[in-house]
């Protein structure tokens, strides 16, 4: 099935990954963005992670210790991909949001950032 779909979405992710090379290459800024946004969206399902052992009665204790010390201390607003791009980069957001899925994207752009990042660190 993650055949098929990655092969629906071929075309977009190849035009997307060298429009976004191109742009992380005369601007570096964008290319950390991207770098934090992904871990961003990891810190953001580690969160979901734990507020999903609310739900088992062994965490019983676990939960209200949570609860008690530590409940909205921590934001976890929206921190992926296209709510970056929306911001950093807009004709790229209207160009891809809506035909490419976020976890390929988010793939996509953090192998972009790297590959410019490091290739700035050779330089």
């Not at 790229?92 to 899925?101: F, N």
Request: net charge positive; charged share 35%; hydrophobic share 35%.
């Amino acid at each position: 099935m993650s055949k098929i779909l990655k092969r629906r979405y071929k075309q977009s992710r190849i035009e997307f990954k060298s429009e976004l090379l191109e742009r992380c290459e005369d601007n570096k800024a964008l290319a950390m963005l991207l770098i934090k946004t992904y871990a961003a969206w990891h810190h953001r399902r580690h969160i979901g992670k734990i507020w999903a052992m609310f739900r088992n009665p062994d965490y019983r204790e676990f939960q209200m210790d949570y609860s008690k010390n530590l409940f909205g201390k921590h934001l976890s607003g929206r921190s992926d991909i296209w709510h970056s791009l929306y911001f950093a980069d807009r004709d790229l957001y209207d160009k891809y949001a809506r035909k490419i899925p976020e976890c390929y994207a988010m793939g996509d752009a953090l192998g972009i950032a790297y590959r410019v990042l490091r290739k700035a660190d050779k330089e």
